[in-house]
C-alpha cells in the first residue's frame, strides 16, 4: 500500500514558489492538505475574530489548490481555517471558496467542521468537572468561562466523517496540526506510527527543510516506512532536520500527543534518500485510554497605545533605569489628577522595554549589554483606547524630558521618530485555557454541515 500526501505550504496565506506546487501536483497525491491557523501569533486572531493573513493572500493561495484538487479529483483540507479556527474563520474560507469555485468555474462538494463552543456547554462541563488544566494552565472559573471565545481542537474524526460523505473540500475550525494530514491515511487503514509521524513531519510544509521555507513537502506512506521529499528548487531535507521537527511545539520530541493518543518516536530511524529525500521508519502510536479534546480561550483585557522613541546618550542610557522608575511614581499621581479620580491607576498599565540593553531577556539576559544606543517602547494599556491614548500623551511628553543628574537645564532624553508620537493598537487580549474536556467522543464538541457548489446542485 502506497498513500501520498502533499502538504503544499506551513501556513495557508503565507505563500508557496508555484515550480515546486507544480511539482508537487505531478507526484499525484491522493490528498492535499495544509493548515491555516495556529496559536504562535499570540490570542489576538481567537478574541477578535481577525485572521492573522489578509483575505488576498488567503486567496492566492486558495485558488491553485483548489485548481489543483479539481485536475486531480483528490480531496483538500484545510484546519485552524482564519488563524484561530473560530466559527467565522470557517465561514470566511469557505466564502473565499464559494468565490474562487464560482470564477474557475469548479464543481465541488464542501464540507464544513465548526468548533466554537457556546458558553452554557463550558459551564456545564466545568460544573461536571469534565475540564482538566493541561501543564502551567492558567485559573479558570465559570466566569472566565462565559467572558472568553473558547474553541475545541478536533482531531481526525470529524474531518473523516466529511470525507466519508463525499466532500471535494474539507474546511475545519481549530485542529489538531496532525490531523489534517493524518485524517486520510488513517480512514484507508495505514499504519498508526507512520501515519502520525509523516503528519508529524509535513505538518508546518517545508519548515523542516534546508533552508526552512513557507514551501511544501511531500510524503510516500508505505506499509514499513514513509518517505518526505521536499518539492521547492534549491531545498533539500536530512535526517537531522526531520528529526528535529518532531521538537517544535513539543517538550518532548520522543512522544507527541493528540486527542486519541500519543506518537512515540523513540525507536524512529531516519535515513537519507537523496538530497531532497529522507525515509523514516521505526514509529509507534500509543492509543489513550479516554478521549480527550483541548481547549483554547481568548477575552479582552484592555486596549492599548504605544511609543517608539530613540536615544543615542550614553549619559541618558545609563540612567534610563532609575529615571523611568521614578517617572512611574509621577505617572500614577497624574492620571489620578488628569481623570479626576474616573480612572483607577490599578486598571493602568505603564510598560517601558529598551531594546539593545537587554528588554527580549529581560532579568534573564546573561551577559551586562552596554549598547551606544537604545530603542524605547513604551506601552500604556487601559481599560478604554481614549483612557489609553489619553495616557499615553503625556507618558509620551515627559518620558522626552526625564531630569538627567549630569546635565543642567533641559534635555531631550528620547527622540520620537513619528510625529505624533502616539500610536493606537487597539484591543489587548489573553489566553485564558490551556485545558482539555475529558469523558467524551471525538464529535461530540463539533458540527459539520455539507453545500454543493456547480453542477447540477
Not at 505531478?26 to 492538505?33: E, G, K, N, S, T
Not at 505603564?350 to 551586562?368: Q, S
Not at 544606543?373 to 494599556?381: A, D, K, M, N, P
Amino acid at each position: 500500500m502506497e498513500i501520498r500526501v502533499f502538504a503544499p505550504t506551513g501556513a495557508l496565506g503565507a505563500g508557496f514558489d508555484l515550480e515546486g506546487f507544480r511539482r508537487g501536483v505531478d507526484l499525484r497525491p491522493d490528498v492535499i492538505a495544509c493548515d491555516a491557523g495556529s496559536t504562535d501569533s499570540g490570542p489576538s486572531a481567537l478574541g477578535s475574530g481577525r485572521p492573522k493573513l489578509s483575505n488576498e493572500a488567503v486567496r492566492r493561495d486558495l485558488r491553485h489548490l483548489l485548481r489543483a484538487r479539481d485536475e486531480l479529483g483528490v480531496p483538500l483540507v484545510i484546519g485552524s481555517c482564519g488563524t484561530s479556527g473560530r466559527d467565522d474563520g470557517v465561514d470566511l474560507v469557505a466564502d473565499l471558496v464559494r468565490e474562487i469555485a464560482g470564477e474557475e468555474r469548479l464543481d465541488l462538494r464542501m464540507g464544513l467542521v465548526y468548533s466554537d463552543q457556546p458558553a452554557e456547554r463550558l459551564v456545564a462541563l466545568w460544573d461536571d468537572g469534565a475540564i482538566v488544566p493541561l501543564p502551567h494552565a492558567p485559573a479558570v472559573t465559570s466566569e472566565v468561562l462565559t467572558d472568553s471565545h473558547v474553541v475545541a481542537m478536533m482531531g481526525v474524526e470529524p474531518i473523516q466523517r466529511l470525507l466519508v460523505a463525499g466532500c471535494d473540500v474539507v474546511l475545519a475550525g481549530r485542529a489538531s496540526d496532525t490531523a489534517l494530514f493524518a485524517a486520510l491515511p488513517a480512514l484507508r487503514g495505514a499504519d498508526p506510527g507512520l501515519t502520525w509521524h509523516a503528519a508529524k513531519t509535513i505538518e508546518c510544509g517545508a519548515a523542516c527543510a534546508v533552508p526552512p521555507s513557507a514551501n511544501g513537502l511531500f510524503v510516500h506512506l508505505r506499509d514499513d516506512h514513509f518517505e518526505v521529499t521536499t518539492v521547492a528548487p534549491g531545498s533539500r531535507l536530512t535526517p537531522r532536520s526531520v528529526a528535529a521537527h518532531t521538537l517544535y511545539e513539543n517538550a518532548d520530541p520522543h512522544r507527541v500527543l493528540e486527542p486519541g493518543g500519543a506518537l512515540v518516536t523513540t525507536d524512529a530511524v531516519y535515513e537519507q534518500v537523496d538530497d531532497q529525500t529522507v525515509r523514516v521508519s521505526g514509529a509507534e502510536f500509543e492509543p489513550a485510554d479516554g478521549y480527550t479534546v483541548k481547549l483554547e480561550g481568548a477575552r479582552l483585557v484592555g486596549h492599548q497605545t504605544v511609543v517608539i522613541g530613540g536615544v543615542r546618550d550614553e549619559v541618558v542610557i545609563r540612567r534610563l533605569p532609575e529615571l523611568l522608575a521614578m517617572a512611574g511614581d509621577y505617572f500614577e499621581a497624574k492620571i489620578a489628577d488628569v481623570f479626576d479620580g474616573q480612572v483607577d491607576p490599578d486598571t493602568v498599565d505603564i510598560d517601558f522595554r529598551i531594546y539593545g540593553a537587554g528588554a527580549v531577556l529581560g532579568e534573564h539576559e546573561p551577559d551586562k549589554l552596554t549598547p551606544g544606543e537604545v530603542g524605547v517602547l513604551v506601552t500604556v494599556t487601559a481599560p478604554t483606547q481614549q483612557v489609553a491614548h489619553s495616557i499615553a500623551t503625556f507618558v509620551a511628553h515627559a518620558t522626552s524630558h526625564l531630569p538627567v543628574p549630569e546635565y543642567d537645564g533641559l534635555v531631550t532624553t528620547v527622540a520620537y521618530p513619528f510625529s505624533p508620537p502616539e500610536i493606537d493598537r487597539g484591543p489587548l487580549y489573553e489566553f485564558t485555557l490551556n485545558h482539555v474536556v475529558t469523558g467524551i467522543g471525538p464529535h461530540d464538541l463539533f458540527r459539520t454541515t455539507t453545500e454543493t457548489i456547480g453542477g447540477e446542485g
